[in-house]
């Protein structure tokens, strides 16, 4: 199992109604990619440095990939990622392979290569860190 997990804060002057309505989208694209998520929660974030988070669960990298190549998750980046000042993801699993890390940061790293708005989206974001940054694994 690998449990991909964000962590994020809002920019400075993005609206209540904005926030409420990402976070509603989130639960629509979560729904839409059941699966391969096997289980997810999106909400607040406490005892950190961000306001929000989510977690969702895949059985394996195949189920990682597809998740991240899902177009509802490609298009949530597209409609959300702008709104976010502060940025964090970090993966979770039980897998026993030494490579995995590696594998789901390559997995990312094409996802960047293939969607490169996607890519400048991101690159974007003022602070942007953990398994999904460009350029690779835990930077």
């Given at each position: 199992?690998i449990y991909?997990?964000?962590?994020?804060?809002?920019?400075?002057?993005?609206?209540?109604?904005?926030?409420r309505?990402?976070?509603e989208?989130?639960?629509?694209?979560?729904?839409?990619?059941?699966?391969?998520?096997?289980?997810?929660?999106?909400?607040?974030?406490?005892?950190g440095?961000?306001?929000?988070?989510?977690?969702a669960?895949?059985?394996d990298?195949?189920?990682?990939?597809?998740?991240?190549?899902?177009?509802?998750?490609?298009?949530?980046?597209?409609?959300?990622?702008?709104l976010?000042?502060?940025?964090?993801?970090?993966?979770?699993?039980?897998?026993?392979?030494?490579?995995?890390?590696?594998?789901?940061?390559?997995?990312?790293?094409?996802?960047?290569?293939?969607?490169?708005?996607?890519?400048?989206?991101?690159?974007?974001?003022?602070?942007?860190?953990?398994?999904?940054?460009?350029?690779?694994?835990?930077?």
């Amino acid at each position: 199992m690998i449990y991909h997990c964000i962590r994020f804060t809002p920019k400075p002057g993005v609206s209540p109604e904005e926030v409420r309505s990402s976070l509603e989208q989130m639960h629509r694209t979560t729904d839409a990619m059941t699966p391969p998520i096997k289980w997810s929660v999106i909400g607040r974030d406490f005892g950190g440095e961000f306001e929000y988070g989510s977690v969702a669960v895949v059985e394996d990298l195949d189920a990682y990939e597809r998740m991240m190549y899902h177009p509802a998750h490609l298009e949530l980046d597209r409609i959300g990622l702008p709104l976010v000042e502060r940025f964090m993801s970090f993966d979770i699993t039980d897998d026993p392979d030494p490579e995995v890390g590696e594998k789901i940061a390559d997995i990312h790293r094409r996802r960047f290569a293939d969607e490169p708005d996607i890519a400048q989206i991101v690159s974007d974001i003022g602070d942007y860190t953990g398994s999904a940054a460009p350029g690779g694994h835990g930077e």
